[in-house]
């Protein structure tokens, strides 16, 4: 079955300390995005991808960064730079990029917890 | 600023009654949108999509666009408690100068509650 995984499914980090969050797609979609939710905010872009080896930066950026090496993977590296990293990381994938009328297709989430 | 604005709720409704959920835009030219349902600790997950003005209807679901007034609404049939989840609606991001394009902006989503 074609679909996104994301892992894992839960982390937890110390403060300071970098994370990476996979996510994998076998839908051959060419763009690839990163959105976070917190309680209240709903979802917030932080980077997003139309094509292997480019990427833009969405919203809230700072402190994360990506990479597009494949065109099924998109992996998010959270730093310690980031201010607020514990939150609900959603990777998501589109057939047509930049605002098309092209519904998201969601991964399951990783909830990452620093403390 | 571009926007989608929803009431947080939480909408409450019986069992078996009509779901009402709301959705206003800011950006006049907003061609298409999208419905999403999330249930509490997943992601979210795509049940309608309407581009053009008036009704679409998928099983109990329909999706009302007016674009005159930057409205779109989702309408719940019958509704069950198996509907209690919260219900995201998305708009394209238009490019803007200067700011970032693509994807979707998301509402901040209304939370449905359907009692037995």
């Known amino acids: 079955d074609g679909g996104i995984t994301q892992s894992p499914k839960y982390l937890f980090r110390k403060e300071g300390q970098n994370v990476t969050l996979s996510c994998e797609q076998n839908?051959?979609?060419?763009?690839m995005y990163w959105y976070r939710q917190d309680p209240g905010q709903g979802l917030r872009l932080i980077y997003y991808?139309?094509?292997?080896?480019?990427?833009q930066k969405g919203d809230i950026a700072e402190g994360y960064s990506v990479s597009r090496e494949k065109k099924e993977s998109f992996p998010l590296t959270v730093t310690s730079a980031q201010k607020n990293p514990t939150a609900f990381y959603l990777c998501?994938?589109?057939?047509?990029?930049?605002?098309?009328?092209?519904?998201?297709?969601f991964g399951n989430g990783t909830r990452l917890t620093v403390t | 600023q571009k926007e989608v604005e929803q009431n947080s709720g939480p909408l409450s409704v019986p069992e078996g009654a009509i779901a009402s959920l709301n959705c206003t835009y800011s950006?006049?030219?907003?061609?298409?949108f999208f419905w999403y349902r999330q249930y509490s600790g997943k992601s979210p997950e795509l049940i309608m999509f309407?581009?053009?003005?008036g009704d679409k209807e998928d099983g109990r679901f329909t999706a009302q666009l007016n674009k005159a007034s930057q409205y779109v609404s989702l309408l719940i049939r019958d509704s069950q408690p198996s509907d209690s989840a919260t219900y995201l609606c998305a708009a394209p991001r238009r490019p803007n100068y200067g700011g970032s394009q693509g994807n979707l902006i998301f509402g901040k989503g209304t939370k449905l509650s359907v009692k037995p």
């Open positions: 309407i581009y053009s003005n």
């Open positions: 950006d006049r030219g907003s061609q298409s």
């Open positions: 839908l051959n979609h060419d763009a």
């Open positions: 991808s139309q094509i292997v080896n480019d990427f």
């Open positions: 998501a994938s589109s057939i047509l990029p930049t605002g098309g009328n092209s519904p998201l297709h």
